[in-house]
């Protein structure tokens, strides 16, 4: 091979190196490594329903000014061009221009063309229940950014949760992998024993049939893994197809996360986003009674038009030699309600009620959220009590597994109790890990009701 032809292979060698180096770079970046709190942060950013929420908010702001602009001027203008094809013909009678009685004379009034130009204002000087749509649109305004608090709270949390159950499955897998890789060596134990005849092939069928179950459980994990990526992918507002990686383990997220039996019992319902919403809601409803109360009192508007008006034979209404002529107005409206059959009144009682109802709602919601905060209180304890006990037996399961282990290998005890204590300890561990996740939901809960996500 001469020196030429070694040149080119070593030039190729040399792009399909940096094609595969830029290949993994860029899958590089477009993996998402995030932490717990990152994910939550990222979440609020581009999560799909924290951005309809936020897009409210600035409805609620058009509103404001949707509501504001009917009291400011209104300024129109309009015109209007007619063609007399033909002028209408009218009879007069002939004695007005100085011809026989009882005869008419055949007259045609106006021009054949005709322009006329319009511009008016209209002013809203006052108005109840334009005063009370202000006060109203902007309390619409408070309760869309509240309902958006809750939204980023509820999107927040629920990242949290999935957070927490991708770990979990991680761990899972990662326990039942450990597993299976001790139960193979111990299936590859037994065949020998089986092999020298110190044990019955039944005994090597049992640790076979644990070894399968394992393989099977394994699968079913991952599987589940692919469902919590994709609702954590939804969550965080990005395609299901960009890989996302967690950065924090199960115990990272354990060492940040503050985990004791103690829980403040500082708590203001009226703090809570819940109980505010309710009061907005009340506030809402107030306004409307007064509004539909407005209804009774005149309203007063003030107007003025400004008219311009050409009458030709010729189109030349661009010739501004020719006359224009101009007239205006300037005038008041004064509406004053007097009776409306009981329409208004009417109203006004359905209004009433809408604020009862809604007081009831308020209180309503105030005891839920102290009960929600009891329970969920209680909960977390609950959780922490049963985190403690979890963690206990899964390190007496692990010691009677390794008691049990090495008596198997002495023939002290059958494949079966070897089996049992092996199922005990996964047992075990997986009650542990799913009570430290749900020790971590539970004070994820906590903190929602508090506010303090």
């Given at each position: ?357 809604a007081k009831n709602n308020r209180e309503l919601a105030k005891k839920n ?85």
């Amino acid at each position: 091979m001469n020196k030429i032809s070694m040149q080119r292979i070593f030039n190729l060698f040399i792009v399909w190196v940096l094609m595969v180096t830029s290949a993994f770079a860029q899958e590089s970046e477009d993996t998402l490594k995030i932490s717990l709190q990152d994910a939550q942060e990222f979440a609020v950013e581009h999560n799909t329903e924290v951005k309809n929420a936020q897009l409210e908010v600035k409805v609620a702001d058009k509103k404001v000014w949707e509501t504001t602009a009917q009291g400011l001027p209104q300024v129109s203008a309009s015109g209007s061009y007619n063609n007399n094809l033909s002028l209408a013909t009218q009879l007069l009678p002939a004695v007005i221009f100085g011809g026989p009685e009882g005869e008419y004379v055949e007259v045609q009034f106006g021009t054949q063309h005709n322009f006329t130009g319009t511009v008016s204002v209209n002013q809203l000087v006052f108005s109840g229940p334009y005063i009370v749509g202000l006060q109203a649109a902007k309390v619409y305004k408070s309760l869309s950014k509240q309902q958006s608090k809750q939204t980023r709270l509820d999107v927040k949390a629920n990242v949290a949760n999935t957070y927490h159950l991708i770990l979990l499955s991680e761990e899972n897998k990662k326990i039942l992998k450990k597993n299976l890789a001790n139960l193979e060596k111990t299936l590859d134990d037994s065949k020998k024993m089986f092999e020298n005849g110190m044990i019955e092939e039944t005994e090597v069928d049992q640790v076979q049939i644990s070894v399968t179950s394992l393989e099977n459980s394994i699968k079913s994990v991952q599987r589940q893994l692919e469902s919590f990526y994709n609702l954590l992918k939804i969550q965080l507002g990005i395609p299901l197809d960009r890989p996302v990686q967690l950065k924090q383990s199960l115990e990272s997220v354990v060492s940040n996360t503050n985990l004791d039996k103690t829980v403040s019992e500082d708590f203001s319902v009226q703090n809570t986003i819940g109980y505010q919403l309710a009061d907005t809601q009340v506030k809402l409803e107030e306004l409307d009674l007064k509004r539909q109360k407005a209804n009774f009192l005149p309203n007063l508007s003030a107007f003025y038009n400004f008219n311009e008006n050409a009458m030709r034979n010729e189109f030349n209404f661009f010739d501004f030699d020719e006359e224009w002529y101009q007239s205006s107005i300037l005038g008041f409206q004064l509406n004053i309600p007097i009776f409306s059959s009981g329409q208004r009144y009417s109203k006004v009682k359905q209004a009433q009620l809408q604020l009862e109802k809604a007081k009831n709602n308020r209180e309503l919601a105030k005891k839920n959220l102290k009960n929600g905060y009891i329970q969920a209180r209680n909960n977390y304890m609950n959780a922490y009590e049963t985190y403690i006990s979890d963690q206990e037996n899964k390190e007496l399961a692990k010691k009677v597994l390794d008691r049990t282990n090495k008596k198997y290998k002495e023939g002290m005890v059958t494949s079966m109790e070897l089996t049992q204590a092996n199922d005990k300890y996964l047992e075990t561990q997986s009650n542990y890990i799913n009570s430290l996740v749900q020790l971590l939901n539970a004070k994820v809960q906590l903190l929602k009701i508090l506010n303090a996500l």
